[in-house]
């Protein structure tokens, strides 16, 4: 990676995203690379569901991390996009300051997989960036 590019972190809000952020300060920490954090907000809306309190809380999620490894000297900045989670982390990855993107794989197998896809999977069939993923749990 070019000491200009940065580090995409996919967050997708769940208990995942603890264990990302942890291997991902051992990886960046002797490199001090530039982190963007992003959280892709579904564009669906689902009655009795208000977009702006979820995108609220999406932004306060990622600030919870930014702070931490802004404490740690990391250059962090945060993203909230809207749409198709696959969709929204190419498009951020494409983006040329982008060197690596980050991601956790929950490792669905079967049916489950079939049923909710593999967010993990497809980004790294779809972009030409390194992939580092990190299994759940």
Excluded: W
Excluded at 50 to 57: H, N, R, T
């Amino acid at each position: 990676m070019d000491k200009d590019e940065r580090i995409l972190v996919a967050l997708d809000g769940s208990k995942c995203d603890e264990n990302i952020i942890s291997k991902l300060e051992g990886l960046a920490i002797g490199m001090k690379e530039g982190i963007c954090l992003l959280r892709v907000v579904s564009a669906r809306a689902f009655p009795g569901m208000d977009p702006k309190k979820i995108a609220q809380e999406a932004e306060q999620y990622l600030q919870g991390f930014e702070s931490r490894l802004r404490a740690e000297g990391f250059d962090v900045n945060t993203r909230v996009r809207y749409g198709d989670e696959v969709e929204e982390i190419l498009d951020q990855a494409a983006q040329r300051d982008i060197g690596l993107i980050a991601i956790s794989t929950h490792s669905r197998r079967g049916i489950k997989r079939f049923l909710l896809g593999g967010v993990a999977d497809k980004v790294l069939r779809h972009t030409p960036k390194p992939v580092f993923l990190v299994r759940c749990g």
